[in-house]
């Protein structure tokens, strides 16, 4: 009988079944990777099984988009700064000014937030270079790749999201 709060033990692979987490038919260790550290073998078991390309083309794709919004966003407050400079300060009503300084307000906020996204898809172009992508940062385990389509420059895996937002 089983203690409740003792949890069975694990069995060994059995070497004789394919191994379906590692298709070549070999363990991911110094004979399957040879040259390779055990966490270099690793990082290139992560790769693998992750299409690299498809994430790398996903995140150009959204860091083109986010860099044309934040251009946008700069020509914007750069009219409405212009538009401010040429009404005659008589004429504005403190409402009418309070409205240009929330706008004004609004657009560094969403510039800050896309510059935050930039530097987030550049880390993540860069994980693909180095081999790290598609690793929590936490935890050293591979991210699901479901996370990874719903938020590609992502680098920590679900539970430990979860638990930085709790903390």
């Known amino acids: 009988m089983l203690s409740p709060t003792r949890r069975p033990s694990r069995r060994p692979p059995d070497p004789r079944l394919p191994n379906l987490y590692w298709p070549h038919g070999e363990a991911l260790d110094a004979r399957a990777a040879p040259g390779l550290s055990r966490g270099a073998a ?3 078991f ?8 498809h994430f790398k083309r996903r995140l150009l794709d959204e860091r083109q988009r986010a ?3 934040l ?14 400079r040429e009404e005659i300060q008589s004429d504005n009503h403190p409402g009418d000014m309070a409205t240009s300084t929330f706008d004004r307000e609004l657009d560094y ?9 930039l530097a987030a898809i550049d ?24 996370r990874l389509e719903a938020i590609p420059w992502t680098t920590l895996c679900i539970d430990c999201k979860r ?3 709790r903390a």
Request: proline fraction near 2%; hydrophobic fraction near 30%; charge should be negative.
């Open 123 to 146: 880390a993540a172009l860069k994980r693909i270079e180095d081999g790290t992508y598609g690793i929590c940062v936490n935890r050293g385990e591979q991210i699901p790749v479901e």
């Open 163 to 165: 638990l930085q937002e």
């Open 67 to 69: 860099q044309e919004a």
């Open 71 to 84: 251009d946008y966003l700069h020509q914007e407050d750069q009219g409405q700064i212009d538009d401010d």
């Open 42 to 44: 690793e990082r290139a």
């Open 109 to 117: 906020t969403l510039e800050d937030n896309v510059e935050r996204a």
């Open 46 to 53: 992560v790769n693998a099984t992750i299409d690299t390309e």
